[in-house]
């Protein structure tokens, strides 16, 4: 019964524009862009030194013990879904998991590190890659308590059209 009447009602709408409702391709129109329409990308896209800049702002939280602050460099999409409502908001597990990751060691091998925040005496960006422009990784050398430096890479985004700064991101689970 609801087919009929559909078919009824685009039938009747045919009729009183004068037109056949007109199926695939020819359907679809697209209007290029002229010299009067103003088109805006919806994102900013991301630049090496901003991303270099966050990236070592955030670690210059860690390293002084900053939690609250080092919060405010990722993604809020990230961090409601992860610390507000996978970790309940405990701050210190979020970012510890965080920084849980592949890294190369100082020999050049790969391994998996949980590592402490405590343990953690430097950390810089040495190395930044924009990818496609909404989405890039940095590069991050920690030096640990004991010595010994490891190098990882971490996700940047930008997280929303205007944003003006990229945000880290992490796995997510």
Not at 65 to 76: E, P, R, V, W
Not at 98 to 104: I, K, L
Not at 140 to 165: C, H, I, R
Request: aromatic letters at 10%; hydrophobic letters at 35%.
């Amino acid at each position: 019964m609801k087919k009929i009447f559909l078919l009824f009602s685009v039938c009747a709408l045919a009729a009183c524009t004068g037109k056949a409702p007109v199926n695939g391709p020819e359907a679809e129109t697209t209007t290029e862009p002229t010299e009067e329409m103003e088109v805006e990308a919806p994102y900013n896209t991301l630049n090496e030194e901003q991303m270099k800049r966050e990236g070592n702002e955030f670690l210059n939280a860690i390293v002084s013990g900053d939690l609250q602050k080092a919060l405010t460099y990722f993604s809020h999409n990230y961090v409601a879904e992860q610390h507000d409502q996978f970790q309940n908001g405990n701050t210190k597990q979020f970012i510890t998991d965080f920084f849980a990751n592949d890294y190369t060691t100082e020999e050049g091998s790969k391994e998996w590190k949980n590592i402490e925040l405590s343990d953690i005496k430097g950390a810089q960006v040495i190395e930044v890659d924009t990818g496609d422009g909404l989405s890039g990784v940095i590069f991050v050398e920690l030096e640990l308590q004991d010595g010994k430096k490891y190098v990882g890479q971490f996700t940047m985004e930008m997280e929303m059209p205007g944003s003006e700064t990229p945000t880290l991101i992490g796995a997510v689970g």
